[in-house]
Structure formats: C-alpha cells, structure tokens
C-alpha cells in the first residue's frame, strides 16, 4: 500500500517535518516516519486526524489503495 509516500508528499507539500504532525496527533516523530517508509502502518483514527491536518479527504489517502488492491486480487469488486 501506499498510504505512507501519500503522508510524505501532504507533509511535505505543506512544507512541515515529521515532527509537527506527530505533536498534534499525540504520536512520536519515528511512527510518522515508519509510517512513510511503510514500516508501520497507521489505524484509522491517525488516518483522520492526519487527512484533518493535512486539509485532504480519507479518499486521497486510500482510494488509491482500493485500486491497487483490485489489481491484486485479480480486479473482483472490493
């Protein structure tokens, strides 16, 4: 998936370090970073509260993901 090099790009294009997102959603810098390097992944409530930050809807960071999933799976709905 690649929820983590969308975190990346929002932050960066915003121009803010790992560190900012994580204060406000009560996370340390290293889970914003292991989840841009996707070593980690995030639950739906930092979802939110990241997509509320970074001012984008829960379909920029996932939809995206559904379709690679289809792929995947050999295209059957999801």
């Not at 998936?1 to 803010?16: A, C």
């Not at 841009?36 to 990241?50: A, P, Q, V």
Request: glycine fraction near 2%.
């Amino acid at each position: 998936m690649d929820v983590g090099n969308r975190i990346r790009k929002y932050r960066e294009q915003q121009n803010i370090s790992q560190e900012e997102p994580a204060l406000k959603i009560f996370v340390s810098r290293q889970i914003i970073s292991n989840w841009e390097t996707n070593k980690s992944y995030l639950d739906i409530k930092s979802l939110t509260l990241l997509s509320h930050i970074f001012c984008v809807s829960l379909d920029d960071f996932v939809k995206k993901d559904i379709e690679e999933m289809r792929k995947i799976i050999g295209k059957e709905k999801v």
